[in-house]
């Protein structure tokens, strides 16, 4: 298992997390099987918005003796209400409903309080200014949340609450289609097939602002509805009539800034197995640029997707990693983390040879060796 650190704090968390939608509807014998198989492939996070009591006490019940090896990011404003779970904003509510998580969890505190699906601007000033952000804020003081988070399907949103100093983690919807679409407060416009139907280009700039923006203030990016639940890796469901294996899915989040982190949704053993073969994985496995690049009405034509399919180098320059270090700096200014983790890097842009191996293995069509240029502007090496 691959660990990264989680923004600002000292934690490391797997690449590959647990959803809890798995856990939903199983018997503690299920789940206790499936919580003890992800522990011993290294999986340390998991995501809990569900306020599903029977879900909520098996994983605490599977969990109950080794709490302290799991980072847990637990919903704040989910209740529980006629059987189904449902967002809340009343505050008794999100009083009730995060101590029923504590209590069916079996622990005193939470890693991440995460303040649940906030995709519209009144949403946002009225959580961000009002009484349920001094609650977080108030349990933060507690310590019985570590950081505060939240989860959002609009970058405009979650670039808002990046900006307000006040989040350390950020879950957002991230996968290959939705990437191409404008910000909306309106979450059923991500699965709605007349919004791919005129041709698209590119990644939406709000939402690649929105990961470099993480990237570059350590903000950490957990990831939800990396499969586009499920529609991805069905050709005839995926918006772009194209399938998409799940590592191709995986890989694709992970290599955008800022990210830390996927939550598969897996209903069973055998799908935590195909998330954690993420890890296990060569290369071509996980290679999503062909899939990309033979996507029938939309194109990422002219924009490096960090695919690594140009590698590799004949001088061992990590050009995807360039790339990205060069996309993170705007208007000519290099943030200090940028040219610290560039400095990093075993051979940097001033090593190219202008050789062009790596040009026709672009199928994005970048002009890598101008890249190459511009980073050693940027860089001076
Ligand atoms: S230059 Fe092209 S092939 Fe290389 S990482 Fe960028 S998009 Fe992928
Ligand atoms: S052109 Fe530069 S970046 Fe591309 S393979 Fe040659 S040395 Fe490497």
Not at 12 to 29: R, T
Not at 312 to 336: M, N, R, W, Y
């Amino acid at each position: 298992m691959e660990y990264r650190q989680l923004g600002k704090t000292s934690l490391q968390v797997s690449v590959v997390a647990l959803g809890c939608e798995g856990f939903m509807n199983k018997s503690d014998e299920d789940v206790q099987a499936m919580v003890d198989y992800a522990h011993q492939e290294g999986i340390n996070f998991v995501d809990f918005f569900s306020s599903n009591p029977q879900g909520r006490s098996a994983f605490g019940k599977a969990i109950q003796n080794h709490r302290e090896d799991w980072i847990i990011q637990g919903h704040l404003c989910t209740t529980w209400k006629n059987g189904q779970y449902e967002r809340t904003r009343k505050m008794d509510e999100v009083k009730a409903g995060f101590e029923d998580l504590l209590k069916r969890l079996g622990t005193d505190y939470i890693d991440i309080g995460m303040i649940h699906y906030i995709d519209a601007k009144k949403d946002f000033d009225e959580v961000f200014h009002g009484e349920i952000m001094e609650y977080a804020k108030a349990l933060k003081a507690q310590g019985i949340i570590k950081s505060i988070g939240i989860s959002s399907h609009n970058p405009l949103i979650a670039m808002l609450a990046a900006q307000s100093g006040l989040v350390d983690v950020i879950m957002f919807s991230i996968n290959p289609c939705y990437d191409m679409l404008p910000p909306s407060e309106n979450v059923d416009d991500l699965w709605d097939d007349k919004n791919y139907e005129k041709p698209l280009f590119q990644i939406a700039p709000e939402r690649q602002h929105l990961y470099e923006y993480c990237e570059s203030h350590h903000i950490a990016l957990t990831v939800m509805k990396a499969f586009g639940g499920g529609d991805l890796l069905d050709e005839n469901l995926s918006p772009f009539g194209v399938k998409m294996t799940p590592l191709q899915c995986i890989h694709y989040c992970l290599t955008r800034p800022g990210v830390v982190s996927v939550m598969a949704g897996s209903h069973s053993i055998e799908e935590m197995k195909e998330a954690i073969d993420y890890c296990k994985a060569d290369f071509q496995a996980k290679d999503f640029a062909e899939v990309l690049s033979h996507v029938p009405k939309h194109s990422f034509i002219g924009h490096c997707v960090y695919c690594g399919h140009c590698a590799p180098c004949s001088k061992q320059i990590p050009i995807a990693d360039i790339h990205k270090f060069t996309d993170l700096c705007h208007q000519g200014e290099v943030p200090e983390t940028v040219r610290e983790h560039y400095a990093m890097l075993s051979h940097h842009a001033s090593e190219c040879i202008e050789c062009q191996l790596c040009m026709p293995r672009c199928p994005f069509e970048v002009n890598i060796i101008e890249k190459m240029k511009m980073a050693q502007k940027l860089f001076g090496y």
